[in-house]
Nanobody
Framework: QVQLVESGGGLVQAGGSLRLSCAASGRTFDSYIMGWFRQAPGKEREFVSAISRRGFVTDYADSVKGRFTISRDNTKNTVYLQMNSLKPEDTAAYYC?????????????????WGQGTQVTVSS
C-alpha cells in the first residue's frame, strides 16, 4: 500500500480558493488512480474527484464540476485539488485515496489506501 498525507486545508470565506495536496510515498505512484473524497459531520463520505494514472482522464461530482480541478505530478508523487468559488456546503474533511485498479471510479470501497484527511471550512 501507498502512504498518503494531505495538506492545504484551512478556513476560507465563501468565494475563496484553496489548493489541497496529497503526497504519496513509494516509487509506484504512477500505478495508482487517485481520488479525493470528503466527509461532513453526520454525513457519509462522498466522492469529489478522481484522476487516472497519467492524468489523462478525470471525473468530478456534479456538485464541484466547474469549480474544482484535480491534477497530478507523477515526478513529485503528488495529487492536487484546486478548489475555487468555495461554498459553505463544501465544508468537510477532505481525504485523498489511491486505487490500483484500471478504471477510475466513485465508490470509496474501490480505493485501497487513504490519507488522514485535511479539514476545509468555508464561512458564509
Amino acid at each position: 500500500q501507498v502512504q498518503l498525507v494531505e495538506s492545504g486545508g484551512g478556513l476560507v470565506q465563501a468565494g475563496g480558493s484553496l489548493r489541497l495536496s496529497c503526497a504519496a510515498s513509494g516509487r509506484t505512484f504512477d500505478s495508482y488512480i487517485m481520488g479525493w473524497f470528503r466527509q461532513a459531520p453526520g454525513k457519509e463520505r462522498e466522492f469529489v474527484s478522481a484522476i487516472s494514472r497519467r492524468g489523462f482522464v478525470t471525473d468530478y461530482a456534479d456538485s464541484v464540476k466547474g469549480r474544482f480541478t484535480i491534477s497530478r505530478d507523477n515526478t513529485k508523487n503528488t495529487v492536487y485539488l484546486q478548489m475555487n468559488s468555495l461554498k459553505p456546503e463544501d465544508t468537510a474533511a477532505y481525504y485523498c485515496a489511491a486505487d490500483r485498479g484500471s478504471l477510475i471510479g466513485r465508490g470509496p470501497s474501490q480505493y485501497d489506501s487513504w490519507g488522514q484527511g485535511t479539514q476545509v471550512t468555508v464561512s458564509s
